[in-house]
T-cell receptor
């Protein structure tokens, strides 16, 4: 009964390929996020969706496209993968109150070779 | 431009002693602060939070202190236990669209038996 689940946990692929990471939350939250943890271990916001609508789109290349089919799912599609895309990607969700914490998935480690 | 900074990348403490993790921020609009704990190959898990209207919040062995004038917060763990060994992230939020969290770079805490 994992609250926020991501698949796959590990993803190894070659430059130029297109890949997707899936995220699902069973907490009933309206807001979902994608964060990227780079090689320096910083967690940086990429996207935020509220009830299937894009709210935040930080400076992220157009090759990254989030898709939210419903408020429980937020998938991340990455086109034309580059070496610099190698990182750990975390999905998270948040309840409706301002003082609600984010609940994170266990991350997807993407390695581009 | 790091708005949330954790200047100590690592901290080593003896079991039973106090662990003090520090965090500084630059954005005076931040009004809610959280600490997360992260084990390897897992997502960050929420630990404790504090609103800017308070200067202290306590939950069991964990206490967070906020000094708004200094733009500084700290997490105290007393007594420290070997199971507390993890990376601790400080995060901050202000009332923006998406209520995203801005994270510090993390501090690796090692509690020695």
């Amino acid at each position: 009964d994992t609250a926020v689940s991501q698949t796959p946990k590990y993803l190894v692929t070659q430059m130029g390929n297109d890949k997707s990471i899936k995220c699902e939350q069973n907490l009933g939250h309206d807001t979902m996020y994608w964060y990227k943890q780079d090689s320096k271990k910083f967690l940086k916001i990429m996207f935020s969706y509220n009830n299937k609508e894009l709210i935040i789109n930080e400076t992220v290349p157009n090759r990254f496209s989030p898709k939210s089919p419903d408020k429980a799912h937020l998938n991340l599609h990455i086109n034309s993968l580059e070496l610099g895309d190698s990182a750990v990607y975390f999905c998270a969700s948040m309840g409706g109150y301002y003082n609600s914490p984010l609940h994170f998935g266990n991350g997807t480690r993407l390695t581009v070779t | 431009d790091q708005q949330v900074k954790q200047n100590s990348p690592s901290l080593s403490v003896q079991e039973g002693r106090i662990s003090i993790l520090n965090c500084d921020y630059t954005n005076s609009m931040f009004d809610y602060f959280l600490w997360y704990k992260k084990y390897p190959a897992e997502g960050p898990t929420f630990l404790i939070s504090i609103s800017s209207i308070k200067d202290k919040n306590e939950d069991g062995r964990f206490t967070v202190f906020l000094n708004k004038s200094a733009k500084h917060l700290s997490l105290h763990i007393v007594p420290s236990q070997p199971g507390d060994s993890a990376v601790y992230f400080c995060a901050a939020r202000y009332n923006n669209a998406g209520n995203m969290l801005t994270f510090g770079g993390g501090t690796r805490l090692m509690v020695k038996p």
